[in-house]
């Protein structure tokens, strides 16, 4: 493997010039049970090092805790990263296990407040919508989140797990320059709607959960059995029981593929989601989370592998094998509202 820095592309035709492949900072401080910070603040030099510079986090994550946890490792490479963060999901004080989604002015306004000063920065390089909220009409919430782009507070607009309908009304409001989705192997439902759209707006797809939550490297089979209690991957339908018994076979046409190139299941994972970008000719940045250096070796030494188009057919019919959905309740998902 080697240590050469990995390439950059255009967040869509609005958005700033990235990695082609970012970092998903989640499991830093929230969802994959206990972890180690040292380790992950060298896993975010060794990132960097990499030519990583797009870091995703959200005021969710940890309770606020994951941005706290970045902000002195944006602080030290202000001006070689870019951050990307996000609001929508509330949590309620008196029962922190819940989120409430929210999504009108003001409740917008006090979030970004607090993001900034947790990530201690002047302004956030990409604002995410986390979550939608039916009940708040899409253009008064982007209204604001435009009004913070006017005040300096935010450089570029982001939305997460909306629609093709939603991208084109937010998009009419202000330009949008990414939509984050779940796109992976196992998960392709975004491109019947949402990724036609984004590519006739410009807009880039940030594709999170390329590895599939991990399932597709084949670090765990069944999530009961081999994850920790406080790791919320155990209340995901695909990842227990007779769908985690069923998605485990899919792994062997990932197998034969890894083997032909002398790479890991997961960065043929991660291969496959890279070359989407010419498949649905847009870009798409995929954000694989880790908390691990030598995983972010692996990770972007994945953007120098080329699948054929043998290899692509091989793997293209594996989502439709999958059992289970993707979340619990799809409800606020894209695919649950298109």
Same mark, same amino acid.
């Not at 039916?134 to 209204?143: D, F, K, L, Q, R």
């Given at each position: 493997?080697t240590?050469g820095r990995?390439?950059? #592309?255009?967040?869509?035709?609005?958005?700033? @010039?990235?990695? $082609?492949?970012? &970092?998903?900072?989640m499991?830093?401080?929230?969802?994959?049970g206990?972890?180690?910070?040292?380790?992950?603040r060298?896993?975010?030099e060794?990132?960097?090092? &990499?030519g990583?510079?797009?870091?995703?986090?959200?005021d969710?994550?940890?309770?606020? @805790? *994951?941005?706290?946890?970045?902000a002195?490792?944006?602080? %030290?490479?202000?001006?070689e990263v870019? =951050?990307?963060?996000k609001?929508?999901?509330? =949590?309620?004080?008196?029962?922190p296990t819940?989120?409430?989604?929210?999504?009108?002015?003001?409740? =917008?306004r006090q979030?970004?407040?607090?993001?900034l000063?947790?990530?201690d920065?002047?302004a956030?390089?990409?604002?995410y919508?986390?979550?939608?909220? /039916?009940?708040?009409?899409?253009e008064?919430? /982007?209204?604001?989140?435009?009004?913070?782009?006017?005040?300096?507070?935010?450089?570029?607009?982001g939305?997460?797990?909306?629609?093709?309908?939603? &991208?084109? %009304?937010?998009?009419?409001?202000?330009p949008?320059?990414? $939509?984050?989705? @779940?796109?992976?192997?196992?998960?392709?439902?975004?491109?019947?709607?949402?990724v036609?759209a984004?590519?006739?707006?410009?807009?880039a797809?940030?594709?999170?959960?390329?590895l599939? !939550?991990?399932?597709?490297?084949?670090?765990?089979?069944?999530?009961?059995?081999?994850?920790?209690?406080?790791?919320?991957?155990?209340?995901q339908? !695909?990842?227990?029981?007779?769908?985690?018994? #069923? *998605?485990?076979?899919?792994?062997?046409?990932?197998?034969?593929?890894?083997?032909?190139?002398?790479?890991?299941?997961?960065? =043929?994972?991660?291969?496959?989601?890279?070359?989407?970008a010419?498949?649905?000719?847009?870009?798409?940045?995929?954000?694989p989370?880790?908390?691990?250096?030598?995983?972010v070796?692996? *990770?972007?030494?994945?953007?120098? +592998?080329?699948?054929?188009?043998e290899?692509?057919?091989?793997?293209?019919? +594996?989502?439709a094998?999958?059992?289970?959905t993707?979340y619990?309740?799809?409800?606020?998902?894209? #695919?649950?509202?298109?």
């Amino acid at each position: 493997m080697t240590d050469g820095r990995i390439t950059t #592309a255009k967040l869509g035709d609005h958005g700033p @010039e990235v990695s $082609v492949q970012g &970092l998903g900072c989640m499991g830093m401080s929230f969802g994959y049970g206990p972890s180690d910070a040292d380790a992950s603040r060298a896993t975010l030099e060794r990132a960097l090092e &990499l030519g990583v510079t797009f870091y995703d986090t959200a005021d969710a994550y940890g309770a606020g @805790e *994951n941005e706290r946890f970045l902000a002195p490792f944006f602080k %030290a490479h202000r001006d070689e990263v870019v =951050i990307a963060t996000k609001f929508a999901l509330s =949590i309620p004080p008196d029962d922190p296990t819940r989120r409430i989604i929210r999504n009108d002015p003001p409740y =917008i306004r006090q979030a970004v407040e607090a993001s900034l000063k947790r990530l201690d920065v002047d302004a956030i390089d990409l604002y995410y919508m986390h979550r939608r909220d /039916v009940n708040v009409p899409i253009e008064e919430s /982007v209204g604001t989140m435009a009004d913070l782009v006017r005040e300096g507070k935010v450089k570029h607009l982001g939305l997460s797990e909306v629609t093709a309908g939603e &991208l084109r %009304a937010a998009h009419a409001v202000h330009p949008i320059a990414a $939509v984050q989705s @779940e796109w992976s192997l196992f998960s392709r439902d975004i491109e019947t709607h949402v990724v036609p759209a984004a590519r006739e707006l410009g807009v880039a797809l940030v594709a999170y959960s390329p590895l599939g !939550r991990g399932f597709l490297t084949g670090s765990f089979t069944d999530a009961d059995q081999d994850l920790s209690a406080g790791d919320f991957r155990r209340q995901q339908p !695909r990842f227990t029981g007779d769908n985690a018994t #069923a *998605n485990a076979t899919l792994l062997e046409l990932i197998r034969s593929v890894a083997k032909a190139h002398d790479a890991t299941l997961g960065q =043929i994972a991660l291969a496959w989601a890279q070359q989407q970008a010419t498949i649905h000719d847009l870009p798409v940045i995929p954000i694989p989370g880790t908390r691990k250096p030598s995983r972010v070796e692996e *990770n972007t030494a994945a953007t120098r +592998i080329v699948l054929t188009g043998e290899q692509l057919d091989l793997l293209d019919g +594996i989502a439709a094998q999958v059992a289970g959905t993707r979340y619990a309740d799809m409800a606020f998902t894209s #695919a649950g509202r298109e």
